[in-house]
T-cell receptor
Framework: GAVVSQHPSRVICKSGTSVKIECRSL??????MFWYRQFPKKSLMLMATSNEGSKATYEQGVEKDKFLINHASLTLSTLTVTSAHPEDSSFYIC?????????????FGPGTRLTVL | RKEVEQDPGPFNVPEGATVAFNCTYS??????FFWYRQDCRKEPKLLMS???SGNEDGRFTAQLNRASQYISLLIRDSKLSDSATYLCAVKIKAAGNKLTFGGGTRVLVKP
């Protein structure tokens, strides 16, 4: 199956700093990438959808100025958590899909665990 | 009301037993349905899609009931390795390729 990587896998930072998370599709071109957030014992909540070369579409309640998404190429999307605060501590997971994947299946990255002190 | 709801469990299952659980969805325009498995601190992995006529993959059987707006997952001959959280996900065609996940059902298989 298609492989999606995320980097870093884990990050601990001080309150007020910005953190960038990378999501890469390693063996296919991802026309669309999705960013999710998962708090402990909760489900995945979609934050935004990004299509290569265009602005991301954010879900209701997600601040676009706080969670900056860039999808500059067909294999890379980045999520930057700006001025992170402890309440932003969560498990951030990306997924990628292609027009050519069966049923537009989303392939998930391994996730990035963010802890803001 | 949440768009996709699941019983959080945990379902404590003796090894070798059968366990089944449901997932209800509120939007009648939902078109595609999936079951994912998520292990602790890992990403979700697609277990199976759910088709209108129901489908089986080894020990796993998925069914869709459009009239009552729920899908189900049945696990036969449970293995210790089946212990995980099972997430259902729903896709609405009009919403593009977005997946809406349920809160997950935790299954613990015990010897």
């Amino acid at each position: 199956g298609a492989v999606v990587s995320q980097h870093p896998s884990r990050v601990i930072c001080k309150s007020g700093t910005s953190v960038k998370i990378e999501c890469r599709s390693l063996d296919f071109q991802a026309t669309t990438m999705f960013w999710y957030r998962q708090f402990p014992k909760k489900s995945l909540m979609l934050m935004a959808t990004s299509n290569e070369g265009s602005k991301a579409t954010y879900e209701q309640g997600v601040e676009k100025d706080k969670f900056l998404i860039n999808h500059a190429s067909l294999t890379l999307s980045t999520l930057t958590v700006t001025s992170a605060h402890p309440e932003d501590s969560s498990f951030y997971i990306c997924s990628a899909s292609s027009f050519f994947s069966r049923d537009n299946e989303q392939f998930f990255g391994p996730g990035t665990r963010l802890t803001v002190l | 009301r949440k768009e996709v709801e699941q019983d959080p469990g945990p379902f404590n299952v003796p090894e070798g037993a059968t366990v089944a659980f449901n997932c209800t969805y509120s939007n009648s325009a939902s078109q595609s349905f999936f079951w994912y498995r998520q292990d602790c601190r890992k990403e979700p992995k697609l277990l199976m899609s759910v088709y209108s006529s129901g489908n089986e993959d080894g020990r796993f059987t998925a069914q869709l009931n459009r009239a009552s707006q729920y899908i189900s997952l049945l696990i036969r001959d449970s293995k210790l390795s089946d212990s995980a959280t099972y997430l259902c996900a729903v896709k609405i065609k009009a919403a593009g390729n977005k997946l809406t996940f349920g809160g997950g059902t935790r299954v613990l298989v015990k010897p």
